[in-house]
Nanobody, 124 residues
Framework: QVQLQESDPGLVKPSQTLSLTCTVS??????????WSWIRQPPGKGLEWMGA???????YYSPSLKSRTSISRETSKNQFILKLSSVTPEDAAVYYC????????????????WGQGTQVTVSS
């Protein structure tokens, strides 16, 4: 059973960089041919795919967020990391990490395993 767990970023101030870590257990992030995604859901809105890193370490980003987003991984810790720079209150959302066989999905069924989600609040 694969499990994913997002870190808790606490309160993030406007203009700062949000950093989230997803720790994976029960499976390796280097296993072919999985993609490990970051998805967020602002209050009252649908899921937004932000980006992903695949089993080989290649990265993929949403065009709308590409200029502010970076995804990396620590294979020794079986973790992948999201960094979102220059955050604004519009970045407040529940952030999820998830595993899938492709990128860009915006419905839950596009992924077979999800983290429980972590609330990100942006406020000064």
């Amino acid at each position: 059973q694969v499990q994913l767990q997002e870190s808790d970023p606490g309160l993030v101030k406007p203009s700062q960089t949000l950093s989230l870590t997803c720790t994976v257990s029960g499976g390796s992030i280097t296993t072919k041919y999985y993609y490990w995604s970051w998805i967020r859901q602002p209050p009252g809105k649908g899921l937004e795919w932000m980006g992903a890193i695949d089993y080989s370490g290649s990265t993929y980003y949403s065009p709308s967020l590409k200029s502010r987003t970076s995804i990396s991984r620590e294979t020794s810790k079986n973790q992948f990391i999201l960094k979102l720079s220059s955050v604004t209150p519009e970045d407040a959302a529940v952030y999820y990490c998830a595993r899938g066989l492709s990128v860009g999905g915006t419905v839950r069924s596009d992924y077979d395993y999800w983290g429980q989600g972590t609330q990100v609040t942006v406020s000064s």
